[in-house]
């Protein structure tokens, strides 16, 4: 059975830091990883997609790692600003869209 | 692009009642997903529509959880009766294909389900 662990569970920066949220899963015979971010009483946005083939995504200031055969993906957030305070998510995909998800990393970042 | 629509936002009911919760993907999208959401914890999937079939639904408490998608594009899931533990958001997703796992999933606001 598939178990992804985020950690840290919480995190308080200060603006302008940059950062690097971790996850972890137990069975690299996945097809894809996922980073979300949640707001608090909204749904998630997806924010990078990493297929199984790939080692790494970019999308602005964020940049997600996949290092499928030791069970670990990070994701990077340069210059971090008060507005990426939120909870991010990473889930993998093993097969029909079907998510596991970890327990999310509450990121605060203080002016 | 409309997005996945859920309603109601906000849910209270006493244990032992029931409640239904509805859902519109995005137009198009063939794929739908419930998932429950508890306090401190990641989603967890609850059931997988490809248009009107059920794909997975291994993790729904069939004693208590029903869900249907009637022509293959709104969905409703209903708890009967509620219990203190299914107090959580429930999402619902959609996405475009159903192939193997490399599409993204769209998600809707959610709704929190506070049984007392």
């Known amino acids: 059975k598939q178990e992804v662990t985020q950690i840290p569970a919480a995190l308080s920066v200060p603006e302008g830091e940059n950062l690097v949220l971790n996850c972890s899963f137990t069975?690299?015979?996945?097809?894809?990883l996922q980073w979300f971010r949640q707001d608090p009483g909204k749904g998630l946005t997806s924010l990078l997609l990493?297929?199984?083939?790939?080692r790494e995504q970019t999308s602005g200031r964020l940049n997600a790692s996949l290092d499928k055969s030791s069970g670990r993906s990070t994701l990077y957030i340069a210059a971090s600003q008060p507005g990426d305070s939120a909870t991010y998510l990473c889930?993998?995909?093993?097969?029909?869209?079907?998510?596991?998800f970890g327990q999310g990393t509450r990121l605060t970042i203080n002016p | 692009e409309a997005g996945v629509a859920q309603s109601p936002r906000y849910k209270i009911i006493e244990k032992r009642q029931s409640v239904a919760f509805w859902c519109n993907p995005i137009s198009g999208h063939a794929t739908l997903y419930w998932y429950q959401q508890i306090l401190g914890q990641g989603p967890k999937l609850l059931i997988q529509f490809q248009n009107n079939g059920v794909v997975d639904d291994s993790q729904l408490p069939k004693d208590r959880f029903s869900a249907e998608r009637l022509k293959g594009v709104d969905s409703t899931l209903k708890i009967q009766p509620a219990k203190l533990e299914d107090s959580a958001v429930y999402l619902c997703?959609?996405?475009?294909?159903?192939?193997?796992?490399?599409?993204?999933?769209?998600f809707g606001s959610g709704t929190q389900l506070s049984v007392l």
């Open positions: 069975d690299s015979a996945i097809y894809n």
């Open positions: 990493i297929q199984s083939s790939q």
């Open positions: 889930a993998v995909s093993q097969g029909a869209q079907k998510l596991v």
């Open positions: 997703a959609s996405s475009s294909q159903f192939r193997r796992g490399n599409e993204k999933l769209f």
